[in-house]
């Protein structure tokens, strides 16, 4: 139980060009998924947290504009990368969790974005 | 002082060896205590979720954790060549997640 599907899992575009990534719960129902983003060899850096049918809150740092996150259902957020450029290349993750705000996040296999 | 330390290792194990990963934490506020297993290119896969003081045991995994000194493990046994991962400690206090920085472990076969 407990899975969470991200896609798609590697995308290659040309600058100044905007990525949607989708993330789901298939077997739960997420109140609250989260986007982060991983640098080689790091750990998970986290961006925003979303709550089913309001706006994301985003961590100091992180560009609302840039970074646009969209959680229309319990089941389904997506973050589109606007205008992209090269150093917006890394590796994003989503997780998801249920209900109660004790309980662990699932996370999805991730997306490799690169931006040519 | 980071809330949560975690040697990032490497570390190197002959496979069958028992692997043992620790995190120690600076917030008595943490509550909910998490192992992550992650392979390369890949999202972290929740493998121990556990709340109380002592041993929760699944299979070949061990979590232990210790409140008094805001210390957590996990424990490996049987190590296989396939547990070869990067392994992520994770906190939950005023429900925002905390993790580690990762410890990457290579079971040699």
């Known amino acids: 139980g407990a899975v969470v599907s991200q896609h798609p899992s590697w995308v290659i575009c040309k600058s100044g060009t905007s990525v949607k990534i989708e993330c789901r719960s298939l077997d739960f129902q997420a109140t609250t998924m989260f986007w982060y983003r991983q640098f080689p060899k790091q750990s998970l850096m986290l961006m925003a947290t979303s709550n089913e049918g309001s706006k994301a809150t985003y961590e100091q740092g992180v560009e609302k504009d840039k970074f646009l996150i969209n959680h229309a259902s319990l089941t389904l957020s997506t973050l589109t990368v606007t205008s992209a450029h090269p150093e917006d290349s890394s590796f994003y993750i989503c997780s998801a969790r249920m209900a109660a705000r004790n309980q662990p996040q699932h996370f999805g296999d991730g997306t490799r974005l690169s931006i040519l | 002082q980071k809330e949560v330390e975690q040697d990032p290792g490497p570390l190197s194990v002959p496979e069958g060896a028992i692997v043992s990963l620790n995190c120690t934490y600076s917030n008595s506020a943490f509550q909910y205590f998490m192992w992550y297993r992650q392979y390369s290119r890949k999202g972290p896969e929740l493998l121990m979720y556990t709340y109380s003081s002592g041993n929760k045991e699944d299979g070949r995994f061990t979590a232990q954790v210790d409140k008094s000194s805001k210390y957590i493990s996990l424990f490996i046994r049987d190590s296989q060549p396939s547990d070869s991962a990067t392994y992520l400690c994770?906190?939950?206090?005023?429900?925002?997640?905390?993790f580690g920085a990762g410890t990457t472990v290579t079971v040699r076969a």
């Open positions: 994770a906190m939950i206090s005023d429900y925002k997640l905390s």
